[in-house]
């Protein structure tokens, strides 16, 4: 079986430098065997992917921003435990979408983040999970994810 690193190779992913806190809190904090990761935003080192669900901004342009959240979070959570392969399961996400009020396929949204999860560790991707829309998300992003992650010593 490949490990997460290199399914991430074959998908053609390289994780950037993990995200700065862009206010009083840390990346992600680590207790017993479970990593919580602070809410990832929708960027890249290129920038950030701004845009409103249903207002100028399209179900799979919303899917990619929070597939970005996604990497973004993988991005933390190496960083946090040197080598994905400790990743025991990927327990909840939580996804903000920054969402017109007429807009409601949020749950598909975050799939974008969901589906990385799953494609990266496999059984151990699947979690449980929230999906909300927000009139607005933090430095205009489109899409925001959290996760708690069980990782092995």
């Known amino acids: 079986m490949s490990t997460p690193e290199a399914r991430l190779d074959a998908l053609g992913i390289a994780l950037p430098e993990p995200m700065k806190p862009v206010a009083t809190y840390?990346?992600?904090v680590i207790t017993?065997?479970?990593l919580f990761i602070s809410g990832q935003?929708?960027?890249t080192a290129e920038g950030r992917m701004l845009g409103r669900l249903g207002e100028?901004?399209?179900?799979a342009a919303g899917q990619h921003a929070a597939r970005q959240c996604g990497i973004n979070i993988l991005s933390q959570c190496?960083?946090?435990l040197g080598d994905l392969s400790r990743v025991k399961r990927i327990v909840k996400l939580g996804g903000f979408v920054n969402a017109h009020p007429d807009f409601t396929d949020i749950p598909q949204v975050i799939n974008g983040c969901s589906d990385l999860m799953v494609e990266v560790f496999g059984d151990a991707g699947l979690h449980a999970r929230s999906a909300v829309a927000c009139p607005v998300l933090p430095l205009g992003v489109a899409v925001e994810?959290?996760?708690v992650i069980e990782f092995a010593d």
Do not use: H
């Open 145 to 147: 994810v959290d996760a």
């Open 56 to 59: 100028n901004m399209e179900l």
């Open 32 to 34: 017993g065997n479970l």
């Open 78 to 80: 190496k960083a946090a």
């Open 26 to 28: 840390v990346p992600y």
């Open 41 to 43: 935003v929708s960027a």
